[in-house]
């Protein structure tokens, strides 16, 4: 049963356009939502999060935007960059743990 | 800087071995993770621990054990290795036990290969 869900596994945008990321989760009772971001052979680092109360935050080229009557999150990066190509994992926190969403790999083309 | 690592980037087993995967952290964090990655199913949680000697089965615990002697280390180990437990193997340390946030940071990974 996944409580996490990113339903592309790719995505492929040309540099300097938008990229937008989308996560779906059924669990009413997660209270943040964290975004990572995984190079290959790479551990994967903190990206963004959000607050269950919040609806959205933004840092720098990134801004995560949180729909909880839709039970929805995506992360938007403007504009993207070749650098920016890498699997991005979107995360929810329960109990001291976080539950993963299977990824997606983005690809920005110059 | 919150430094995670792991003993091995790549490491190649035989069906069988008894398999030690170490991770140690310099910052003090109370909380210790090990997940396994695979291609389409993101991160799965195997163990996780909220503090020394104590430990908790995550989602695909079967086949692995865990061992947390000292705050700053967490080891997985498969007792006997099988060709399905190939995989890509992260550690991941957290601040507070008690704390509604918990950003993860993850060490660089070991990629086992099980012949």
């Known amino acids: 049963d996944q409580q996490v869900k990113q339903n592309s596994p790719s995505l492929s945008v040309q540099e300097g356009r938008i990229s937008i990321l989308n996560c779906d989760y059924t669990?009413?009772?997660?209270?943040?939502f964290l975004w990572y971001k995984k190079y290959p052979a790479e551990g994967p680092t903190f990206l963004i999060s959000?607050?269950?109360?919040?609806d959205k935050n933004e840092d720098g080229r990134f801004t995560v935007f949180l729909n909880k009557s839709a039970k929805h999150l995506s992360l938007h990066i403007v504009p993207s960059q070749p650098g920016d190509s890498a699997v991005y994992f979107c995360?929810?926190?329960?109990?001291?743990?976080?539950?993963f969403g299977q990824g997606t790999e983005l690809s920005v083309k110059p | 800087d919150v430094k995670v690592t792991q003993s091995s980037r790549y490491l190649v087993k035989r069906t069988g071995e008894k398999v030690f995967l170490e991770c140690v952290q310099d910052?003090?964090?109370?909380?210790m993770f090990w997940y396994r990655q695979d291609p389409g199913l993101g991160l799965r949680l195997i163990y996780f621990?909220?503090?020394?000697?104590?430990?908790e089965k995550g989602d695909i615990p079967e086949g692995y054990s865990v061992s947390r002697e000292k705050k700053e280390r967490f080891s997985l180990i498969l007792e006997s290795a099988s060709t399905n437990q190939t995989s890509m193997y992260l550690c991941?340390?957290?601040?507070?036990?008690?704390?509604?946030?918990?950003?993860?940071?993850f060490g660089p990974g070991t990629r086992l290969t099980v012949l």
């Open positions: 991941a340390s957290s601040l507070y036990a008690g704390s509604n946030y918990n950003e993860q940071f």
């Open positions: 669990n009413s009772m997660f209270d943040y």
């Open positions: 959000i607050s269950s109360i919040k």
């Open positions: 995360a929810a926190s329960v109990g001291g743990k976080l539950i």
């Open positions: 910052m003090d964090h109370e909380n």
């Open positions: 621990s909220y503090d020394v000697k104590m430990k």
